[in-house]
């Protein structure tokens, strides 16, 4: 079932103009990226065209048609695809999954590091701010990996991805769909701003940068 909504599209659109947490999640990237890379659920294409910006060779790979078509119409010079990125097969030598599914599922592993040649750069999100958070999920994936035998680094952060919005009713809107819907509570301040927004949420994101390299046969 797709993911996209025309309104959650319109909530991150705002985010993305209001902050530079892509700018900012691409600088922490960056270093761990080596040659091709295939970016893994490239949702709306933000993080795909910010690299590809920085001179990378990068492809986008998404099957939400509103995703899609919204990364396509808004950066036309990036490329995307509509493949299931589990269909793929050595297709970059870098695979990027930016907050994307869970590798100790059914097997994800394997299968997300088959659409690469050289290593996975998979990020873990904790759905949590730093401050409050207990790391459980990167935890267990650290876990999961050591248990497979992977070599691999781990590397924990956190940054800022503020939602702007123009009402209370939209404020309990957002709230619900990001927070109480999924069992998560709402820590962080809420300000209000006189100009452009007149409220703007406060959201930390916690997680895991695991850069994780593929056997040799």
Not at 101 to 117: A, I, K, Q, S
Request: one cysteine or more; charged letters at 25%.
């Amino acid at each position: 079932m797709a993911w996209w909504t025309e309104k959650r599209i319109a909530f991150y659109e705002r985010a993305q103009e209001a902050s530079p947490f892509t700018s900012q999640l691409a600088d922490l990237i960056e270093p761990c990226l080596t040659g091709s890379i295939a970016e893994l659920g490239c949702g709306l294409g933000f993080m795909t065209d910010e690299l590809r910006r920085r001179g990378h060779v990068v492809t986008g790979y998404d099957t939400d048609p509103l995703a899609l078509a919204y990364a396509r119409s808004h950066f036309p010079l990036s490329s995307f695809s509509g493949e299931d990125c589990y269909s793929l097969k050595d297709v970059a030598d870098t695979s990027l999954a930016v907050f994307f599914g869970r590798p100790t599922v059914d097997d994800n592993l394997t299968r997300l590091m088959d659409t690469c040649t050289q290593r996975l750069v998979y990020i873990a999100n904790e759905h949590a701010d730093a401050a409050q958070c207990d790391w459980h999920i990167s935890a267990s994936t650290e876990a999961f990996l050591k248990d497979r035998g992977c070599r691999f680094t781990a590397k924990r952060c956190s940054l800022s991805f503020d939602q702007p919005l123009l009402d209370e009713v939209e404020l309990a809107e957002w709230t619900q769909e990001n927070y109480t819907r999924r069992g998560r509570t709402l820590t962080r301040p809420v300000s209000r701003r006189t100009q452009l927004w007149p409220i703007v949420v406060e959201c930390g994101k916690a997680f895991t940068i695991f850069i994780i390299e593929k056997k040799r046969n």
